[in-house]
């Protein structure tokens, strides 16, 4: 059966809060939020006006298998209620049943914690002009998608819809939220990264780089929030294609960034209609990617 697409969620029975480069996010209470996964893509911050079938619904099951995998190095944002008692109309319920989930309303972090384990993006740009990445002294002579002698940790803010995060270092990070939770935010996310990138090479897949978010209860407790370890939040490669010194082909989203650059768009909105091939690759490729983490 083939995937459905959704690029936009219209759910009367809740009232929207958000609606994201991806998500969509609904009031259900004081204490909880219903995310719901659309099919829409975003490249250099600018949505793009076609969706790829199915991939809200790959994100999200990619991203409650981590969550699972992942609970006891750190408590998430999940809360199990039956999406039938949120939404009881069936016809609201069938548009979002396999991207949807309920949640518990947390405060975000106003930074975004991502794991690098191999030289390769903007960490590759950085290390060309400065021999650092976000201000960590690197070895010389590394060369683009080499892997790094550990993982390191390189945080950046979150910016607004259509603007772009920037990367700072671990000191300008202590600075937004204290040296306490920054220990901790970084600690739990090199904890993270490790112990997913030695599963999925296992599977056939390398995870260069990836980006948490976290937030915090009333009680000032720490929570992985949004979505973990996916094709968008994350950068895969086939072990099989990977060489140093070129950048691997991946199953993330770089298919359609490599193609926006090859046209020359200037990654200001508008952004350019895909055509259908670019659309299916892009779609099977984050179906891969699930074949090969969750077999």
Known sequence: MPPTTLYESSLSSLRLVGRGKVRDIYEIDAEHLLIVTCD????????????????????TRLSNFWFARMADVIANHLVDVPL?????????RDQVETRAVVVKRLRPLPVEAIVRGYLIGSGWKDYQQTGRVSGIELPRGLQQADQLPEPIFTPSTKAEMGAHDENIDFRQMIELIGEALAGQVRETSLQIYSKAASYALERGIIIAD??????????GRLYLIDELLTPDSSRFWPADDYRVGISPPSFDKQFVRDYLESIGWNKKPPAPVLPPDIIAKTAEKYREAERRLMG
């Open 40 to 59: 829409r893509l975003s490249a250099f911050d600018v949505v793009l006006p076609n969706p790829i079938p199915g991939k809200g619904q790959v994100l």
């Open 84 to 92: 039938s008692s949120i939404l009881p109309d069936p016809a609201e």
């Open 210 to 219: 990836t980006k948490f978010e976290f937030g915090l209860d009333d009680e």
